[in-house]
């Protein structure tokens, strides 16, 4: 074993002189595939952590939401609706949400208007006339705790609020675009009477039991819709996997342009490195000191590329939010939310890649010097 | 030490360019003598290095080194022999470009995965015996055709081999640096190594440090050695 690691310590140590000899070339080759390396990585890690992200944020969120139809769209929950589920089943608990869009000309953005008293964020509690605003809005209305602020509302009235304070900047991919108000406020604003909802959300005791609550739902309140956790989940799965496949398919072009190259200079065997092999076997190599000597050249180049590259995204994805991509990857907005990621690593994608980056190289480097390799040594004695 | 018994040795064998390097070579070289193949171009002196070197087999014939048959065994063992037995010194050199010295000379002894610290001594060693300490960092390219030389020759004996083979060492140098050749060889003699060379050089062929030449003529000794 000693031997054996003692032969691998002098084969990588002649590799790397050997590469050393080409600087320039290798030094390039090395800059593109890592390049490579970390536009991949970077749509991976990124959208894999927002996914994660999203999964998150709707482990949180009711079960079941009921929105009601009117000619197929969507309307104000009456009152009564409320009372109608409570009778079923295995629901846990019922609420009335109210919130709303608002479009702010000024910046040309929407807002998302929301009572918190009947909505996720129950523990704000907000005096009438006040606000709690998302770190977007406050950027784009440059705003501050103690700010006023009007809306015009959809009436036509002028509405002027007072800014209680900004919510916190780790909340920012939920609540970017947030204005949190008092539910008096709410329906005063867009005219809603009391007792009407914009939807109601539901928990169900049982997680395994929401498709037949759901059943039972639909034929309860036929003039529901019925939105599921896991509908909303798997929706935001596709956009995730979609937005990825873009990016992929934009970068797929460069990707090629790579393998061809990287093929290129791995398997093209030079008159040089010809006759270097055959020096080599002349002198007591044997063909497989020559083969593990060129995998050793395909894997550090290969492995240096690929860890180089990621690493370089995961800072490019987790620290520098992902400044390259950004556009493309979350979505059109006026308001962006600024957010930093969890970082969260999947093993089987960072597999997935090192199999498609790494793995063909390094046989694209072996696989040509096997046919140099096995030539007779006297060749040398005679050229 | 090394015996050689009916050596035939064809390229291209059955194809419309069949050559016949070798046609029934019988010749037995001795331990710690300087043995030299002598003969014009196209004789079959490289081809003989190579079959005695285990670097290429004979098409028939056998090959004996210490009374062991080795003309019969696969490329592992004959690689084996080849670098624990032989050192060789090529006519063009062989050196690899871009590596330093000091690298070229400790290439053979890479695979044998020995220690470390012990082989970067012993290659320090040889080259400050060749009197190249100073330029053991150079890239050979740099190295004039003499230094060149002496890094060639202390690659072949880097693994300490009992036998050296040279393939017309002198052919690339003047009379000077071939009188300093000559004097290598003549201390490698008194170090008890087996050497065989070819050369058809005068300077070599007739030197005092020379035991034993042995003439070969397309392939054959047509007068035996002397």
Redesign the interface.
Known sequence: MKIWIAKQKALIDFTLSSLARRKLKNLGLLLVYTLIVFLLASVMLFTHALRHEAAQVLKGTPEVIVQRMVAGRHDLIPPGYIEKLGRIRGVQHIEGRLWGYFYDPLVKANYTFMSPTAGNINEIQIAAREIVIGAAVARARGLAAGNLISFRSYTGKLFVFTVASVLPHDAELVSADLILLSEADYRAFFDIPVGFYTDIALSVANPQEVRNIAGKLAETLPDARLILREEVLRTYESIFNWREGIVLVLLSGSILAFAIFAWEKASGLSAEEKREIGILKAIGWETGDVLKMKFWEGALVSLTAFLLGYIAAYLHVFHFSTALFEPVLKGWSVLYPRFELVPVVDGFQVATLFFFTVFPYTVATIVPIWRAAITDPDAVMRG | MIKLTNIRKAYNQGQHNEFWALNGIDLEIEAQKVTALSGPSGSGK??L??IVGC??RPTSGRVQLAGRDISGLP??FL?DI??STFG?I?QQY???????AR?NVM??????????RA?HERADLLLDTFKLGHRRNAPVEWLSGGEQQRVAIA?ALI?DPQVLIA?EPTANLDTALSREFLSILESLKQQCKTILLSSHDPLVVESSVVDRVVRLRDGHLPGGAE
Request: a positive charge; glycine letters at 8%; hydrophobic letters at 35%.
């Open positions: 490289s081809t290095l190579s670097m290429a490329e592992r690689t080849r670098r060789f090529f062989n050196l690899i470009k871009g590596l330093s690298d290439l053979p002894a890479y695979p044998l995965g020995g220690d470390w082989l690659r693994n393939d």
